[in-house]
């Protein structure tokens, strides 16, 4: 009788989450996604042009799915979100570098040097990869380090500026980055609250991260596109006259 194995390979190190967080280990996670993004660069792939549900070009597909967000105050914060993803980012997605990204990585992904918890050690799940503009790949790596308990601007504006230094971004990447991560946060809260609804046996589970992605997406409309953008280009160091050349 036929029978399917499936072999896995594990790559030596501590998984993220397991491991302190501290400054120096988020400015490392994000020169290494800087640098999986330069060694991504000349790879390509039939596949990388699927429709994929977390593909952040594709955000606006999930205005269908706010519907099952029960709290209207929090219907209203995810559409206005949309809204401007709608009206300030997609158009200028075309423009924008393309190529392969990761895509989903979040520091449940990421292994680190069990010796030295700062360094990066691993990078797992490519299974979400796709091609689409290099910034959505800093928008969700982004997206997973907000603080919504403190200064929520000052605990990315770091991380922008330590991925910048290793592979430079451009002032219209810049100006649609914080759409662009308020987009995912988006689409976390409403693909996992659809979920939920026609699976309610696993909602639990479905569900597990969304009071985080709430709490991050409400301290990002507090804070601003504008106000992010700004903060973003100085971190970058795109001051005035960059701004007008």
Not at 231 to 241: I, P
């Amino acid at each position: 009788m036929p029978r399917v194995t499936r072999l896995f390979s594990y790559l030596p190190g501590l998984p993220m989450p397991e491991a302190p967080r501290t400054p120096a280990q988020q400015l490392n996670l994000a020169r290494t996604l800087a640098r999986l993004n330069l060694a991504l660069r000349g790879f390509d792939h039939p596949a990388g042009a699927l429709a994929l549900p977390w593909d952040i070009q594709r955000a606006d597909g999930v205005r269908g799915l706010l519907q099952h967000i029960a709290d209207p105050v929090r219907r209203a914060l995810a559409k206005r979100s949309l809204d401007r993803f709608e009206r300030d980012a997609k158009p200028a997605l075309a423009g924008l570098r393309t190529q392969p990204i990761h895509n989903d990585f979040n520091i449940y992904n990421v292994l680190v040097d069990p010796g030295d918890t700062d360094r990066i050690a691993g990078i797992l799940d490519f299974g979400d990869m796709v091609r689409a503009p290099l910034i959505d790949d800093l928008a969700v790596a982004a997206a997973y380090q907000l603080d919504p308990a403190g200064d929520a601007l000052a605990g990315i504006v770091p991380f922008v500026a330590a991925y910048h230094a290793v592979l430079p971004l451009t002032r219209e990447e810049v100006d649609v980055l914080f759409t662009l991560i308020t987009a995912r946060l988006v689409m976390v809260v409403a693909i996992s609250g659809w979920r939920a609804a026609r699976h309610p046996d696993n909602a639990a589970y479905l569900l597990r991260n969304n009071p985080l992605s709430w709490a991050r997406l409400q301290a990002c409309d507090r804070i601003g596109n504008d106000a992010a953008s700004r903060a973003f280009r100085r971190a970058c160091g795109m001051n005035e006259s960059h701004e007008h050349a």
